[in-house]
Each structure stands twice: as C-alpha cells, then as structure tokens.
C-alpha cells in the first residue's frame, strides 16, 4: 500500500505538499496539485477518511434535507439530486438524504429544499447551533444563508402574459396549497401580469388545492360548475393533468375551449395530449449551484449569495392560436 512518502518522492514534492493536496487541496497550485493526483493514481494511493476528517475537521459529509411531505420518485426531487451528486462526487464528497432533524450525526453543511416559511428559520437555527453552513433552495431574508432559487415570479409572470397575447382575458389560477415562497410568488407573477393589462385578480376564479393531479381535477371540476373562463394558469405540471382530465369530462377539449398551462417542466407536462405548454424550472441546474455554493462555505468562502435563475417556456400543445 503507498504511503504519503511514496507519492511525494513519485511528484519529487515534499511530504507536507502531499498532505495539503490530500487535505486542503485549495492552498497547493494547480500545476503542483496534479502532479501529486497523477503520482496518487499511479501508485493507486486512497487516502485515509478518518485521517483527513482529523486534519481537516472536516467529515466530508453533506447532509441534503428533503422533508417527507416531498416524494423523492417525483423528478423534482430525482432532479435535484442528480445536480447535488454531480458537483459533490466530483470533490470527493458524499452526501446523507436527510427526511427529519431526528437523529445526529457529524457532517459539515447543509443542503436544503421543500421548506415551509417556518421551517426556514428552524433550519437556520438548527444549522448554526451546530455551528455548519446551510444553503437553500428557495430564499430567505436571513443574511448568512446563502440561497438559490427559481425566478417563480417571472416564471408566472411570462406564462400568464402568454396566455394574454393569445387573446385571453379571464384566467383563472389553480395554486398550491402550501405556505411556501414558491407558491407566493407565482401567484405574485400571474397578478403582475394581469395587472400590465389594466385587470386584478378574480377570487372566483383562483382556487388552492394540494399538489397532485386529484387536487388538479377536483379543484377544476368545481371551477367549471360556477364560472365561464378560457384559460386557466396550474401553479404544477401534476395539477395541470387533473385539470386537463377534469375539462374533458365535462365535454369541453383543450385548447380549443379552454387552454392550460402549467409550471415546472420535469417531465408531467409530456404526460398527456396535448402536451402541456408550462414554464421550466432548471432544478438540476440549482442543485449543482447549490453544492458548489455550500462546498465554498465548506473551505471558509463568506462571501453571501442570494441568486435568482430564471426560468424558461417550453412550448406545448394546450393553448390556443
């Protein structure tokens, strides 16, 4: 088995360069840094993770906190990880999917997502009690967590004047049910956007219902016994498909008589004819951000981040021309 001796005299570097590259990569310069991960691999040296956990103080643990009212079969969540894992494995990170603050464990940061307003400052305090990093997925006043989110109040605003410049003038909005920021905002965009053509929202035509494709039929189904509308903003791609199946089983088709779009873009939108125009929000794209953000934190970068990435349409079948 080589030794740290080995892989120095193999990079002609001294013994202390190949623990810094070992432990504190960041402090050894590029050139010296691959030349001592070249001599590594050859010699197939592994280092010691209990070794470099003491050196360091540093566990080489992520915890990534999904809470359980989130499936993690939904493409969100497979979505958000698949972004963590990419960054993490790639500085030799591993990570613990985290559904409750239950049990303790040693790790040095945290990721997070799927938090209610509440839970946020119940993250935070957690995480600093423990004197670790958290970043999230979403956004927060609080100055020392640093937080990436999707632009959901563009994002909404976009799809919702989409519908306007097709000539549709009563839309009507399915929200999600939840204290989130997510669902705020969206509902925040889609006011903008009526209010640039000189309209307020309708309460008769804004419903909230729980996030899943029943919730989306049941809350049309009752939308369509009372009013007369032309399209309808789903605040998710799952509750725009229990909307689709709800307008036509009352005998109306989409788009031709009422048009839907949704919002999220991770796959649901494909799941039905006619494919659902929505808004895309980049979850794999975030989850990367997010890692490389902690992973700074983790090697002492203060420097605060609070970054919004806008979203994009993507174009479907379910709104008329």
Partial sequence: MSTLKDIANEAKVSVITVSRVVN???????????????????????????????????????????????????????????????????????????RDRDKEHTCDGYIATG??????????????????????????????????????????????????????????????????????????????????????????????????????????????????LTAVFCASDTIALGAIRAIVESGKKVPEDISVVGFDGLGHHLLTSPHITTVEQPVFKIGKLLAETLINRVMGNKDPIKQLVKPELIIGQSVNK
Avoid: W
């Fill in 115 to 228: 938090l209610l307003k509440s839970e946020v400052n119940e993250m935070y305090d957690y995480a600093k009690d423990r004197n670790r990093p958290l970043v999230l997925f979403g956004h927060t006043d609080i100055p020392e967590i640093n937080c990436v989110d999707v632009d959901n109040i563009q994002g909404a605003k976009d799809i919702t004047m989409y519908l306007i410049n097709h000539g549709h003038q009563k839309i009507a909005m399915i929200n999600v049910d939840e204290d989130k920021d997510y669902t705020a905002d969206r509902f925040l965009g889609y006011e903008e956007a009526l209010k640039s053509i000189g309209k307020a929202p309708d309460d008769n035509i804004i419903l909230k219902t729980q996030n899943s494709s029943q919730g989306g039929y049941d809350a049309m189904k009752k939308m369509l016994s009372t009013e007369e």
């Fill in 24 to 98: 504190t990569p960041e402090m050894v310069k590029d050139a010296t840094r691959k030349r001592v991960e070249a001599a590594m691999k050859k010699l197939k040296y592994s280092p010691n993770p209990v070794a470099k956990a003491l050196v360091t103080n540093r566990t080489g643990v992520i915890d990534v906190y999904i809470p359980q009212s989130i499936d993690l079969s939904n493409p969100f969540a497979m979505y958000f990880i698949a972004g963590i894992s990419e960054v993490l494995s790639s500085k030799m990170y591993s990570f613990l999917i985290r």
